[in-house]
């Protein structure tokens, strides 16, 4: 046999080997730590292990990422695909699925989002975003065939989250209150405040009152405190858990929807100007 004939012979047998051994330890995606970790069960040397990266990408094996980390390919017969929220996490540490994306997960909406949320503590930045002129928010990044948005908050607005199995991938998502929570806490994202009040009147028995209340107590802001409890009151939440954020002081005036005009009636209660062009009533 010729050098290149035994050259091809290794490679492929230990590509494969790789691969499997990535797969069977349920590592859709993974870092190159983690192929040099399981690469020394099956015999890659160290000194090699770039090239076979490398030689498998090429072959269509693995796709990479970003630097230094991969995800096996799609329709590789007996190995595991990357759930699109597991190649989310690759993409970013720490992060949790939010937006869209959770509300959908748990059953808060029948919208399918096109675009999956990544919220996250850290300041990123994406290859599109690298050698712009303007850096703008949200940033996206498109990873096999799957687009994402990054936001970025403070770490004191990075809570809530849960770990969820899909698969063989773990995944960090915000937890059905949280998902919520944003809709009132940053309600341009969902296109107005209504749809947050449209799911609390929709699911209102299905949430756990008192972790909405504490989530919007941690948030820390007073008008978004303010603005849950408004729509709690408003579908019909029992008194107890309202009266806890209508007690949370606010300074000033501020609107109910801040995507719209701040006019209409002033609600005193709450210390909101009720800007929806139909309120709901209480019940």
């Given at each position: 046999?010729?050098?290149?004939?035994?050259?091809?012979?290794q490679?492929?047998?230990?590509?494969?080997?790789?691969?499997?051994?990535?797969?069977?330890?349920?590592?859709?995606?993974?870092?190159?730590?983690?192929?040099?970790?399981?690469?020394?069960?099956?015999?890659?040397?160290?000194?090699?292990?770039?090239?076979?990266?490398?030689?498998?990408?090429?072959?269509?094996?693995?796709?990479?990422?970003?630097?230094?980390?991969?995800?096996?390919?799609?329709?590789?017969?007996?190995?595991?695909?990357?759930?699109?929220?597991?190649?989310?996490?690759?993409?970013?540490q720490?992060?949790?699925?939010?937006?869209?994306?959770?509300?959908?997960?748990?059953?808060?909406?029948?919208?399918?989002?096109?675009?999956?949320?990544?919220?996250?503590?850290?300041?990123?930045?994406?290859p599109?975003?690298?050698?712009?002129?303007?850096?703008?928010?949200?940033?996206?990044?498109?990873?096999?065939?799957?687009?994402?948005?990054?936001?970025?908050?403070?770490?004191?607005?990075?809570?809530?989250?849960?770990?969820?199995?899909?698969?063989?991938?773990?995944?960090?998502?915000?937890?059905?209150?949280?998902?919520?929570?944003?809709?009132?806490a940053?309600?341009?994202?969902?296109?107005?405040?209504?749809?947050?009040?449209?799911?609390?009147?929709?699911?209102?028995?299905?949430?756990?009152?008192?972790?909405?209340?504490?989530?919007?107590?941690?948030?820390?802001?007073?008008?978004?405190?303010?603005?849950?409890?408004?729509?709690?009151?408003?579908v019909?939440?029992?008194?107890?858990?309202?009266?806890?954020?209508?007690a949370?002081?606010?300074?000033?005036?501020?609107?109910?929807?801040?995507?719209?005009?701040?006019?209409?009636?002033?609600?005193?209660?709450?210390?909101?100007?009720?800007?929806?062009?139909?309120?709901r009533?209480?019940?």
């Amino acid at each position: 046999m010729d050098e290149d004939a035994e050259n091809g012979r290794q490679y492929g047998g230990l590509g494969v080997a790789l691969v499997r051994a990535l797969a069977e330890q349920g590592r859709a995606t993974f870092t190159v730590a983690d192929a040099r970790a399981a690469g020394h069960s099956v015999g890659v040397a160290d000194s090699y292990l770039s090239v076979l990266l490398h030689r498998l990408q090429r072959a269509g094996f693995i796709r990479r990422l970003k630097h230094g980390t991969y995800a096996l390919a799609t329709g590789l017969p007996g190995f595991p695909e990357a759930h699109s929220f597991a190649l989310g996490m690759a993409l970013v540490q720490p992060s949790a699925i939010s937006g869209w994306a959770a509300l959908n997960h748990h059953g808060l909406t029948e919208q399918i989002p096109h675009v999956i949320t990544l919220t996250t503590p850290k300041r990123v930045v994406t290859p599109a975003m690298r050698g712009a002129a303007v850096r703008t928010a949200p940033s996206t990044w498109r990873v096999a065939g799957q687009t994402f948005e990054i936001v970025t908050v403070v770490p004191e607005h990075f809570f809530g989250d849960e770990e969820i199995w899909f698969g063989d991938s773990r995944v960090r998502m915000f937890d059905r209150e949280r998902a919520l929570l944003d809709c009132f806490a940053l309600p341009r994202r969902f296109g107005g405040i209504a749809e947050g009040l449209g799911i609390l009147e929709e699911h209102l028995q299905q949430l756990d009152l008192k972790r909405l209340v504490a989530h919007a107590q941690r948030y820390g802001k007073a008008a978004v405190a303010r603005r849950v409890g408004y729509a709690l009151e408003q579908v019909g939440a029992p008194t107890e858990v309202v009266d806890v954020l209508q007690a949370v002081p606010m300074q000033g005036v501020r609107p109910l929807d801040p995507t719209k005009p701040a006019k209409g009636e002033r609600n005193r209660r709450w210390g909101l100007v009720e800007n929806l062009a139909s309120p709901r009533k209480p019940t």
